[in-house]
């Protein structure tokens, strides 16, 4: 059974940064893609980056040069930072890994 778990979120001031982390089990980890989501409430699940298992990356337009997603294998992880957060940033956050997601961790940027 594939499990994630997800780490990281927080409070934190406008400009501030925050890394967010997912560890996976129960799965061969290296050869898939993984991505983080993020919804906020009455809105739809949006991507916010994704990356390949030959690392390439992917990021929606809000987040370009801000966001940077990273994995490492070895640890079964992958790694969203998330640097000069904005207010409008603030969201639970999403671990997905082919078709699971994580539980969630909330990320709250206060202006």
């Known amino acids: 059974q594939v499990q994630l778990v997800e780490s990281g979120g927080g409070l934190v001031q406008s400009g501030g940064s925050l890394r967010l982390s997912c560890t996976v089990s129960?799965?061969?980890?290296?050869?898939?893609?993984m991505a983080w989501y993020r919804q906020t409430p009455g809105k739809q699940r949006e991507l916010a980056a994704g990356?390949?298992?030959?690392?390439?990356?992917n990021y929606t337009d809000s987040v370009k040069g801000r966001f940077t997603i990273s994995r490492d294998n070895a640890k079964r992880t992958v790694y969203l930072q998330m640097n000069n957060l904005k207010p409008e940033d603030t969201a639970v956050y999403y671990c997905?890994?082919?078709?699971?997601w994580g539980h969630g961790t909330q990320v709250t940027v206060s202006s």
């Open positions: 990356i390949t298992s030959g690392g390439s990356t």
């Open positions: 129960g799965s061969i980890f290296s050869i898939y893609s």
């Open positions: 997905r890994f082919i078709h699971s």
